[in-house]
């Protein structure tokens, strides 16, 4: 049985997690504060805005970033051509998919985009080549294995909207379409900042590569129909939600899922530091094992004490009117414990060269999340989507589980039972970590700016 992931990368690792959780933390602030200025249908319109944007950036990028990461932790010298060919990628195509989908949706009468007051489909059309253009920043950094900073990069997008907030609300401008102008603001200052570093800590920059591009397709037209079908597995669910039960019931059940996603984060944040780890090729047999053992560990653990303090944490952050939203809560806990796994069992099998099995798998979960929610919406309300999801989370885990355990050859043992070895590598990569984690929260970025390592 291998040992878990080397000692140095892993505590660069935790130390970039702990980076991106001050972000969440102001992501987290921030949707309790749109929570309370906004109430409860406001806060369901703002989540509908969001998951929309979520969803067209993942179609404009066309899966390009992940496959210029792909192809430049393989191949290093595709690295000065990242951000050359990211910026005509982001700009051309992300503006023509927000031109499409709000505005175009806005003649035809959709009504996830007429729900939206005017101006913020306008606004939405600036934010997708903005939202874009940090997913390749953020994937950049990756390549260079600059984990901090990519995170610190995220962390900021999601801290600095908060600031955008409160600046509004002060001025006399609370509502739905300066919180949106606020937020699409802070991701433009957010990509111009983290640019200067970008231009910095990387290799000369060359010019836009046809074959970088050529090659990045290929990978990303298999890994873009995966993404498509897991936005539709983890975010459909917000627009039946929204059919069915109005933005009340979104607005709490937009609740829930955020106080999810601190378990969520988690997984999320190490899966996508494992991918560019995974694509070398360079670990030994038993260590994608390792990892997983702990990251399931941790989970539970989280996701338990979450479970106990769910009632008073939503009464006391949100507000009663919010109340519903605990035992959503605590369904979406058990899901997202399933869930965390395949932030690395997807990974792996994404970068041995297979992202075309989440189209299957996701589609699949997709399928069954939809199916539930039209059973047990009418009757269970926000908890049923709660049910739909949780159990679409079980059974996209359970499949990519079995190929996991088939590239990697390990028992469910191996998989998921961790053992002393686990605790003491986990505890070293902790020490590692927290003798820096004082000057990484005061200067990471400035760090960053010296030669690449």
Request: proline letters at 4%; one cysteine or more; glycine letters at 12%.
């Amino acid at each position: 049985m291998g040992q878990a992931l080397p000692s140095p990368r892993a505590s660069r690792m935790i130390r970039a997690m702990v980076i991106s959780y001050v972000g969440f933390v102001g992501a987290f602030i921030s949707s309790v504060v749109v929570s309370r200025l906004l109430g409860v249908e406001g806060k369901g319109i703002f989540s509908l805005f969001m998951a929309t944007i979520s969803g067209l950036w993942m179609v404009a990028a066309l899966g390009v970033p992940q496959g210029q990461l792909y192809h430049a932790s393989k191949h290093p010298q595709w690295l000065s051509h990242f951000m050359a060919n990211a910026v005509p990628f982001s700009v051309l195509i992300g503006g023509v998919v927000g031109l499409t989908y709000f505005l175009g949706g806005h003649a035809l009468g959709f009504e996830a985009v007429d729900a939206l007051p005017w101006p913020v489909p306008l606004v939405g059309v600036v934010c997708i080549p903005a939202g874009v253009l940090l997913i390749y920043q953020r994937q950049y950094f990756l390549g260079l294995q600059r984990y901090e900073l990519s995170k610190a990069s995220g962390a900021v997008s999601l801290t600095l909207p908060l600031l955008g907030y409160v600046g509004v609300y002060l001025l006399g401008y609370a509502g739905m379409a300066p919180f949106a102008s606020a937020y699409v603001a802070a991701q433009l200052v957010c990509f111009a900042v983290f640019q200067i570093a970008a231009r910095r800590i990387g290799p000369a920059p060359g010019g836009f590569s046809r074959e970088l591009a050529r090659r990045s397709f290929g990978f990303g037209s298999r890994q873009l129909a995966s993404d498509i079908a897991l936005y539709l597995m983890q975010r459909l669910d917000f627009f039946i939600v929204m059919l069915y039960l109005g933005a009340k019931g979104l607005g709490i059940y937009s609740v829930a899922v955020g106080l999810a996603e601190i378990l969520v984060r988690l997984s999320n944040e190490i899966g996508s530091m494992l991918f560019a780890i995974f694509a070398t090729g360079n670990l030994k047999t038993g260590q994608p094992a390792a990892a997983l053992r702990l990251l399931t560990l941790v989970t539970v653990g989280v996701a338990g004490l979450l479970g106990l303090i769910s009632g008073p944490l939503v009464r006391t952050l949100f507000g009663q009117a919010f109340a519903d939203a605990a035992p959503a809560f605590r369904w979406l806990l058990v899901g997202t414990v399933a869930w965390s796994t395949t932030n690395v069992t997807w990974y792996y099998i994404s970068a041995a060269g297979r992202p075309q099995l989440g189209v299957f798998v996701f589609g699949l979960a997709a399928g069954v999340d939809v199916l539930l929610n039209v059973l047990l919406l009418p009757h269970l309300g926000v908890t049923g989507a709660s049910i739909a999801a949780t159990t679409s989370y079980v059974v996209a885990a359970l499949i990519f589980l079995h190929y996991f355990r088939t590239l990697e050859a390990c028992s469910l043992r191996e998989a998921f039972v961790a053992n002393s070895s686990d605790c003491r590598q986990l505890w070293r990569a902790v020490r590692g970590a927290s003798g820096r984690l004082g000057r990484v929260a005061a200067g990471s970025v400035t760090r960053s700016l010296g030669p690449h390592e």
